[in-house]
């Protein structure tokens, strides 16, 4: 009785690939800073999805995939830290969070 | 017993990806936000369902507990600018979309019908790494990211602090909610009085 | 419960990294008792470590070992990377020094960050495992977007910075997705482990799903080094960035991602070249013209080197690609080691000048602004001419035996049509350099502007443009070194 046997490797990496795209989705089309970083979480929780299934399906003895999904978590934190910090200091100056409208350089 | 697991995998993995999609899509960022962790505890539980309990736990502490309220605090610090009523797309949303599909027709290709999987045979008892194989893990082989990764949030509590720290003499009180309201009562009534005005006025 | 025991550690080869971070940690003590207004006094202390790392390097060469079980190693390949990180970083802190003060944006938080970026940037040259290199990129990069947004409450900084995070966040999600892929295929993130399994034979099917990964991953260090067509964030990230910041990204960041790229392409995709060979090429071929078209049409110094930096990072993609065939396989990464120091030696230098043209509140960076410096500054005058012509690859400068390395790596690799790009790209180059060396030396003021150079931006151009010239006259010493770095790496 475990989920090895029941469900297939390829349905949960097919969730993690969906996952993945779905966040891309999210940080290309939305006009919100802080939209687009939800999508860049997003991005980061499937490939933690990801390693981890690789890590029960292939090689559950060995810790990995685990740790290494750990440091991707470690990651996602300090990026977000310093993102929303950033945010927070933009709004003060600008009163506006949109990606598009922040853009006094010439692209 | 195996089909009572793939249920509630299936259920979990719809519930997943459906949550991601409203998080993408609402037009609230504060939904957004709030599905963002709807899906957080979803993945969650298939790290349970996997056996992966202290990936689920810390998961559930630092992106539930701290990385969805970080962000639910900077929506609501900003908030006179994330509302609703605001387009939150790009005009040329499908280009996205595109570039997305694109690339999960091409990840899933080679992961769903080319790959035959190493998988464990089924039924043998095979041992599963515990929690404390991971700490040792950290003391021994991955003893160097380990301590990379403490530099690294070293660096991101400076960095947040250079950034967001403002000099005592230029910093601006926050308001308290009801000076909040008689602000913007000020603000409805001078909009009233001298419709052209509005365009000057800011939070402060 | 088991015993932890923490494995002997060999110290020696961490300790040019010990330095760094430990001389960090003091940088934020030191800051604290510095009073108000006399951060100078960091910058000076966070050179000293600086020079301290790069000679406890020195024993260290031709003696390669690896320590934390094979994750970091210290061969010629990383010790040559770090010392031209540390040189770029050592001339960055001497031009930051009376930038900072000026621009009202002196705080001693500064130079510790950027001894972190240099830690990450060591860890990018020194790592062996996709765990420390992800995590040595995320730590250059974190620090970076913190450096880029340090001119607050400059908006055309605070731009700079959020863009950056942005795209470095986007980019990371890529790179891990990849090293998921990577991990997933071979069941191992090291480097060598990678190249094992792919000799040992995999399947068809693995091998194309392991190049899933490569790709996400490539892509993922594409962002980073702004290779096209991941390139667009960079005109805007650099021109709104402090100028020294943007300067030691445009030569730091490349550098470091570069390393990684090389040692993974090499070390762990070693036996794919022939799938990912010419896509680079394409890609690199792709990122000469893209950049250097662009940059004709900049008026706005700033803006065009950055374009210029991305027509650089296709000629250093140039060398490292070619390794990665037999033909070529010492003769790329002495090209691309050369052209990385040719390259950020000259970049450094070029930016440092932009620097004692910038007042506070107004930059000058227009081309108009460079006419007639000659007969104002002739000193800055001369430095500039001499980047310029190292960028564009004029004899005898350091820059035309980095391109001259590489363009023969290339042909011998047998990407004849490659070099050819790069000629043609670089003849076009060349129209941009020299037009600002003829405004320097041929034109009037247009409008009054007083450069200002103290004693340390002199020190830091005069460094630049020293070792441009000194290189390009008599380049034997550096040949030497890259030859010797070649050797550790196919060992």
New interface residues.
């Given amino acids: 009785m475990n989920m090895v046997d029941a469900v297939p490797l390829p349905w949960v990496l097919a969730v993690a690939a969906g996952l993945f795209c779905i966040g891309l989705f999210g940080a290309l089309s939305r006009r919100n800073t802080v939209g687009i970083l939800l999508g860049v979480e997003l991005m980061l929780n499937a490939v933690n999805l990801n390693l981890i299934a690789f890590w029960r399906y292939l090689e559950p003895n060995v810790v990995a995939g685990q740790v290494f999904a750990l440091f991707i978590i470690t990651v996602a934190a300090a990026e977000a830290a310093v993102g929303l910090a950033m945010i927070i200091a933009i709004y003060r100056t600008r009163l506006t969070v949109n990606a598009d409208e922040v853009d006094s350089l010439k692209g | 017993m195996n089909i009572l697991i793939m249920v509630i995998f299936v259920v979990l993995a719809a519930f997943t990806l459906a949550a991601g999609v409203m998080v993408v899509t609402v037009k609230n960022i504060i939904h957004a936000a709030l599905w963002l962790i709807a899906s957080f505890f979803s993945v969650a539980a298939m790290y349970l369902l996997m056996e992966a309990e202290f990936i689920a736990i810390v998961q559930v502490l630092v992106y539930v507990g701290a990385i969805s309220i970080l962000v639910l605090f900077a929506i609501m610090l900003t908030r006179h600018v994330t509302g609703e009523g605001v387009r939150q797309l790009y005009k040329r949303w499908w280009i996205a979309l595109i570039v997305a599909a694109a690339l999960f027709g091409v990840l899933i290709v080679p992961t769903v019908f080319n790959y035959e999987w190493a998988v464990q045979p089924s039924g043998a008892q095979i041992s599963i790494a515990s929690t404390v194989e991971i700490g040792t893990a950290f003391m021994r082989e991955y003893l160097l990211p380990f301590e990379v990764a403490s530099v690294l949030l070293l660096v991101a509590l400076i960095g947040a602090i250079v950034i967001a720290f403002e000099e005592r003499s230029t910093r601006r009180r926050v308001l308290t909610l009801a000076e909040e309201v008689e602000q913007r009562r000020q603000r409805n009534e001078s909009l009233r009085l001298a419709p052209t005005t509005h365009a000057s006025e800011t939070s402060e | ?2 015993d ?4 002997s ?1 060999d110290l020696g080869v ?1 300790l040019q990294l010990l330095i760094i ?1 430990g001389g960090a940690m003091v940088l ?1 003590l030191a800051d604290l008792f510095s009073g108000e207004g006399n951060k100078r006094i960091v910058g000076y202390i966070a050179l000293l470590f600086v020079v301290g790392a790069a000679a406890a390097g020195v024993p260290y060469w031709d003696a390669p070992r690896s320590t ?2 094979g ?2 190693v210290l061969d010629n390949f990383a010790l040559t990377l770090n010392w031209i990180f540390l040189l770029s970083t050592a001339i960055t802190i001497l031009i930051s020094l009376e930038y900072l003060p000026r621009q009202g944006i002196e ?1 001693g ?1 500064y130079y ?2 950027l001894l ?1 970026a240099l ?1 990450g940037m060591m ?1 990018l040259a020194q790592g062996t ?1 996709l ?2 290199l ?3 990129l ?2 250059l990069s ?2 970076l ?2 450096l880029a ?2 001119a ?2 400059r ?2 900084s ?6 950056y ?2 795209i470095g ?2 980019a ?2 890529f790179l ?2 990849g ?3 990577l ?2 295929a071979t ?3 090291s480097l060598a482990g990678i190249a094992n399994k792919l000799g040992s034979g995999l ?1 068809a ?2 091998v ?2 392991m190049l ?1 990964g490569a790709a996400l991953v490539i892509i993922g260090f594409g962002y980073k080094i702004s290779m096209a067509p991941f390139h ?1 964030w960079t ?2 990230v650099y ?2 960035s402090p100028t020294p910041v943007a300067a030691f990204m445009s030569v730091g960041t490349k550098g470091a991602g570069f390393a990684a790229l090389a040692r993974l392409l090499l070390v762990a995709l070693g036996s794919q070249y022939a799938t990912w060979g010419l896509i680079l090429a394409i890609l690199a071929a792709v990122t000469m013209v893209i950049g250097n078209v662009s940059a004709v049409a900049q008026t706005n110094v700033k803006r065009m080197l950055a374009y210029s930096s991305i027509g650089h990072a296709g000629y250093i993609l140039m060398g490292v690609l070619s390794a990665g065939s037999p033909a070529a396989a010492n003769r790329g990464i002495e090209g691309f080691l050369f052209y990385l120091l040719a390259y950020s030696l000259t970049n450094l230098g070029a930016f440092a000048v932009l620097i004692a043209l910038e007042q506070r509140g107004e930059a000058a960076w227009s081309l108009d602004d460079f006419a007639g410096l000659w007969h104002r500054q002739p000193f800055l005058a001369i430095a500039m001419a001499l980047c310029m012509f190292s960028l564009a690859g004029v004899p005898p400068t350091a820059g035309f035996w980095g391109k001259f390395y590489v363009f023969t790596a290339a042909w011998e690799a047998g990407l004849q049509w490659l070099a050819v790009v790069g000629v043609i790209t670089s003849a076009i180059a060349a129209f941009f350099y020299l037009r600002i060396i003829v405004q320097m030396f041929m034109r009037d003021p247009v409008r009054e502007i007083s450069p200002s150079l103290d004693r340390n931006l002199m020190i830091g151009v005069g460094l630049a443009a020293l070792g441009v010239i000194v290189f390009g006259i008599s380049p034997t010493p550096v040949i030497d070194l890259v030859q010797g770095s070649v050797l550790a790496l196919s060992r």
Avoid: H
């Fill in positions: 419960m088991p932890i025991q923490i494995p550690i961490s971070f934020l934390f079980n994750m970091l705080r938080e510790a960050l972190f830690g860890l495992d765990i420390v992800f995590l040595g995320e730590l974190i620090t977007y913190v947004g340090f607050y409450p908006l055309s605070e731009e700079a910075a959020m863009k995070l942005l966040a986007f990371a999600g891990v997705f090293i998921a892929l991990y997933g069941g191992t993130s399947a099917d693995d194309a799903f899933a667009m005109p805007d021109e709104g």
